[in-house]
């Protein structure tokens, strides 16, 4: 018979659901989810350097992230985005089983000439490991300083994590161009979720800020389940819309590599034509 903690879980199963996401995972029982798998927002718009402030763009002409997310302004003083953050992974921990893990992807930055590496939001979680996830290329030119390429996956775990047999010789650094055909501001790519997800022997992937369903779609390509939380009404509806077209045509993979999809305009913003490249402006 199943118990009442499956039961609360099942019902959130394969399901997206539109929601703050700790209002969410606090009706989540404990030792209840194998793996989470997110990208939170990056709190980008708060920000010592220009670029992404002030709308300019730098150098970036795909600076989709001007303008924002449709429900979160991405613009939280730092403290408090550190404590929210901090309050996300301990629901999320709180939920793990005991061989549960969750990699949690941020980027590191520069703010005031040093490197800001997120060191306040991670400390005191159980970090076992930290894997590179090297990009094609980058966009915050600054002259102080290497254009930065990687993003990192914190990985967390409980003690009694295992990766799936032999996987563990990829290394803990991955090269995934990142996504260019999705309409979401900031997705990370499926085949970085999709190396996540099949290193592992999780039967239900969780992602906390699932935007347009990036993990929902990589766990189906594994063959697992899926929970998934966003605020924004529109994401939801995008994420459930990529599902309804995978689920149609699943030999076909992932919508998105198969269908140009637009993206919307930046609201009240002037087109950015990518092409002034004389001043170098760091955007992050
Ligand atoms: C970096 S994006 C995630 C993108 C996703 N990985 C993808 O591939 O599409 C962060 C997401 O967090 C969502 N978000 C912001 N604040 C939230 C909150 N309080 N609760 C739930 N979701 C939130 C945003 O709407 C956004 O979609």
Redesign the pocket.
């Known amino acids: 018979m199943a118990s009442s903690k499956s039961t609360s879980i099942e019902k959130y199963l394969n399901k997206f659901t539109c929601?703050?996401?700790?209002?969410?995972l606090r009706k989540l029982p404990d030792n209840s989810i194998d793996l989470a798998v997110?990208?939170?927002?990056?709190n980008i718009k708060n920000s010592t350097g220009n670029g992404l402030k002030d709308g300019r763009g730098g150098k970036w002409s795909n600076a989709h992230l001007l303008d924002g997310?449709?429900?979160?302004a991405?613009t939280m003083p730092y403290d408090l985005y550190v404590e929210?953050q901090r309050q996300c992974i301990s629901e999320v921990m709180r939920v793990l089983k005991e061989d549960g893990a969750f990699f949690y992807?941020h980027k590191w930055r520069v703010q005031k000439g040093l490197i800001q590496n997120r060191q306040e939001i991670v400390e005191g979680f159980p970090l076992r490991q930290i894997i590179i996830w090297q990009r094609a290329g980058g966009f915050n030119f600054n002259p102080g300083y290497f254009l930065p390429t990687y993003e990192v996956v914190y990985m967390f775990t409980n003690p009694k994590f295992k990766l799936a047999p032999k996987k563990n010789g990829v290394g803990d650094v991955w090269k995934f161009p990142q996504?260019l055909n999705?309409p979401?501001?900031?997705?990370?790519p499926v085949s970085l979720?999709e190396r996540i997800i099949d290193s592992t022997h999780a039967k239900v992937v969780l992602?906390?800020?699932?935007?347009?369903?990036?993990?929902a779609i990589a766990a189906k390509l594994c063959g697992r389940d899926f929970i998934g939380?966003?605020?924004?009404k529109e994401?939801c509806k995008m994420?459930k819309d990529r599902m309804k077209k995978y689920e149609a045509n699943p030999e076909l993979g992932d919508p998105y590599s198969y269908e140009k999809i637009k993206r919307k305009p930046p609201k009240n913003k002037k087109p950015i034509t990518g092409k002034s490249n004389s001043k170098q402006i760091e955007m992050l």
Request: glycine letters at 4%; proline letters at 12%; charged letters at 20%.
């Open positions: 929601e703050d996401t700790l209002k969410f997110t990208s939170p927002p990056y997310y449709t429900d979160h991405d929210w992807n996504e999705n979401h501001p900031a997705p990370f979720v992602d906390p800020f699932m935007g347009s369903g990036t993990t939380v966003d605020l924004s994401y994420a």
